[in-house]
């Protein structure tokens, strides 16, 4: 049982590239989450999904696109980079969406945009 | 808007005990979550409140007053390994996670 993975665990890119960050849990939860944490800020949710075949916008979802093609996976897209969006993205995720129900987090993929 | 405040950075010393303070003010409440982070890795869930009053589960505590907006997470017998972030989140109408950006504990021996 690896919980949350997530990979690449660091990356470099250059203004305008994309990329694609792949998220994957083996727990059977139905949500899935997308944060970045940058220095003296909270984690800000850049969006989620309920489900398979769903997805929703976060605090934070300029610049980002997501996809849950599979239950297990969630998919987090830039299509054009900025140097904005150097930062840590956490993936998480939980069984429901209960009030008990604490988020599983993924070690992270730290990001830097030249 | 939603805010979470938490002191940025705290120190103490090792065998000690520490409180960290964390106030809200958000759109709903649902309950409020601990998560302690270590340097370069994921957060990991500590502590959970939904009612008033104190949740104690061995070394670290953590008490809410809904009515006040205030939560603490207290911590014994300090040991280098406590050295972390402390993160208060609180769960809003949306059952979303409304995040602080964490306190610094640094461990002195």
């Known amino acids: 049982n690896a919980g949350v993975t997530q990979t690449p665990k660091f990356r470099v890119l250059k203004t305008g590239q994309s990329m694609t960050l792949l998220c994957a849990q083996d727990m059977n939860h139905e949500y899935m989450y997308w944060y970045r944490q940058d220095p003296g800020m909270g984690l800000r949710l850049i969006h989620y999904?309920?489900?398979?075949?769903?997805?929703a916008k976060g605090e934070v979802p300029d610049g980002y696109n997501v996809s849950r093609l599979k239950k297990q996976n969630f998919l987090l897209g830039l299509e054009s980079a900025a140097p904005s969006q150097t930062s840590v993205y956490f993936c998480?995720?939980?069984?429901?969406?209960?009030?008990?129900?604490?988020?599983?987090f993924g070690p992270g993929t730290r990001l830097l945009v030249l | 808007g939603q805010n979470i405040d938490q002191p940025t950075e705290m120190t103490a010393t090792e065998g000690a005990i520490v409180q960290i303070n964390c106030t809200y003010q958000?759109?709903?409440?649902?309950?409020l979550f601990w998560y302690q982070q270590h340097a370069g890795e994921a957060p990991t869930f500590l502590s959970y409140n939904v009612l008033d009053g104190l949740e104690e589960k061995g070394r670290f505590s953590s008490f809410l007053s809904r009515s006040k907006g205030y939560s603490y997470l207290l911590l014994k017998e300090l040991q280098m390994k406590d050295s972390a972030s402390y993160l208060c989140?609180?769960?809003?109408?949306?059952?979303?996670?409304?995040w602080g950006a964490g306190t610094k504990l640094i461990i002195k021996p």
């Open positions: 999904s309920v489900g398979e075949g769903t997805t």
């Open positions: 958000t759109s709903g409440f649902n309950g």
């Open positions: 989140a609180v769960k809003d109408s949306n059952y979303q996670l409304i």
């Open positions: 998480a995720s939980t069984p429901g969406q209960g009030d008990q129900e604490t988020q599983y």
